[in-house]
């Protein structure tokens, strides 16, 4: 019976190498997955930010700036000119004031929408970190596995997928709002 018992040991640990070699595999590359993620959405935070920032310089430059002093009036000022309708002088300028605050909203939501989905993807990456730990058994004080966990990193990954989804919308109406603005 001892002979039974060892062997029966030797075949749990010759089991337990395995599964834990398993586990260890399907961990690294869950976690390289969520490090791949982030480092894109790094990316394209920092390309959506210069883009922002490229943005806000255009507007910059488009709105008006008060005139300077003026200069004394010529001879040739002194002529009578027809005065246009100030309404419809103001109308463009009035409409391009309001587009500019409509890009600058549109620029605010989605750096918030970019800070969203960073924070949340971070959740997730600690989320997988601490399931690995439990997985690979290094974290004695975790809990087991549990389908509460997984359902946190579910609605994460979805509410993570809204905001791109909003983000995307977002630089749709920037486009529209753009195309709108005076060429220079």
Do not use: C
């Not at 791109?164 to 753009?178: D, F, I, P, V």
């Amino acid at each position: 019976m001892p002979a039974l018992a060892s062997s029966r040991a030797r075949l749990v640990v010759w089991l337990a190498i395995p599964l834990f070699a398993v586990v260890l595999i399907v961990s690294a590359s869950t976690l390289s997955w969520e490090v791949r993620t982030i480092s894109l959405l790094q990316e394209r935070n920092a390309s959506l930010s210069r883009e922002n920032g490229q943005l806000l310089r255009r507007i910059d430059d488009l709105t008006p700036t008060p005139p300077a002093v003026a200069a004394p009036p010529s001879p040739a000022a002194h002529t009578p000119r027809p005065e246009p309708d100030t309404a419809i002088a103001e109308a463009p300028a009035a409409e391009m004031q309001q587009t500019v605050a409509d890009l600058e909203n549109i620029f605010r939501r989605r750096e918030m929408y970019l800070n969203n989905i960073l924070r949340r993807y971070r959740e997730i990456t600690e989320q997988y970190r601490a399931l690995s730990g439990v997985q690979d058994g290094r974290d004695r004080a975790a809990t087991p596995l549990s389908s509460a966990e997984i359902s946190r990193i579910q609605n994460s990954l979805a509410l993570a997928e809204d905001d791109l989804k909003q983000l995307t919308a977002l630089s749709a109406q920037a486009q529209r709002l753009q195309k709108k603005l005076p060429v220079r």
